[in-house]
């Protein structure tokens, strides 16, 4: 049903950080659960950065770069193929804005995960809650950019399920993330509730796994319109203005109908909603 495509390079990116992220904390456990130099007095349970700035780093240097230059190229990718037709097309230049935009913080977010695993905890402190911070709210910016772009898009192509879908996963690790980083900061300043700053730390990293697996769905419809593309903004103008006409786009099977979601019949248009 699904021939090898673009929706590999997010999973093998979420795969990629969830094997770094088990071999770090893999290895703390069998080694007994040690207490790092790095670590504050009664804290028990080690932060990512604590087990990666030991004799783990390679890992954790070599996992988190491809995880991130992958998942980079995942936004590279949806910009390429929304420009070619495989993908909906963007309708307007502030879709395609906000495409850009959700790059470029995605390439920010990437440069400060990279930067915190070379700037270890032990002897660069500062400069690696630096890239932390930019990680987080690297990624967290690029979110908001791809949800608002994805809003947009389902205005003009509400047959499309899988846009929708897309939009509220995007949509709830926004809120999530959002929450959980304001939580894990406002545990970490006190030294006394390291180990639940700990615990959030690695079930903020979980939910970034959840976030960079679910692109995959977004690349779904490329797989079946190699030959057959979205109509471009001038054809749906051709055919009425008001929104995607399936006769000259792309058509799926019912067994791809939860990615094309109801293909419309040949010269019906469909009215842009305000809304999903």
């Known amino acids: 049903m699904f021939g090898v495509s673009y929706w590999i390079l997010p999973i093998f990116a979420a795969c990629c950080w969830l094997g770094t992220l088990l071999g770090m904390l893999g290895t703390w456990i069998a080694q007994g659960s040690p207490r790092y130099v790095s670590m504050e007095p009664g804290q028990k349970i080690a932060y990512i950065s604590d087990i990666g700035a030991q004799g783990l780093q390679p890992l954790f240097i070599a996992g988190s770069a491809v995880t991130v230059v992958v998942f980079d190229c995942v936004f ?23 495409s850009i935009g959700a790059c470029l913080f995605a390439l920010a977010g990437a440069a ?6 070379i700037l270890d905890t032990v002897n660069h402190p500062r400069a690696h809650d630096i890239g932390l911070g930019i990680f987080i709210i ?11 772009e994805y809003q947009r898009l389902g205005i003009h192509f509400r047959q499309y399920r899988v846009l929708r879908a897309s939009f509220w996963i995007k949509l709830a690790f926004i809120f999530v993330e959002i929450a959980l980083a304001i939580a894990f900061v406002a545990l970490g300043r006190h030294d006394s509730q390291r180990n639940k700053a700990a615990i959030l730390e690695w079930v903020i990293s979980l939910v970034y796994i959840v976030y960079v697996g679910h692109y995959c769905m977004d690349f779904f419809p490329a797989v079946h319109s ?40 040949n010269g019906q248009t469909v009215e842009p909603s305000r809304n999903f």
């Open 226 to 265: 190699k030959d057959n593309r979205f109509p471009s903004v001038e054809e749906m103008i051709e055919n009425g203005g008001n929104g995607p006409s399936y006769s000259g786009g792309p058509t799926f099977s019912d067994h791809a109908s939860y990615a094309s979601e109801n293909p419309m019949r």
């Open 138 to 148: 690297g990624y967290i910016i690029s979110a908001i950019f791809a949800c608002a």
């Open 112 to 117: 400060g995960l990279i930067t915190l695993t």
């Open 76 to 98: 590279i990718s949806e910009r390429w193929l929304r420009h070619q037709g495989r993908l909906a097309h963007n309708t307007s230049n502030v879709q395609k804005g906000l």
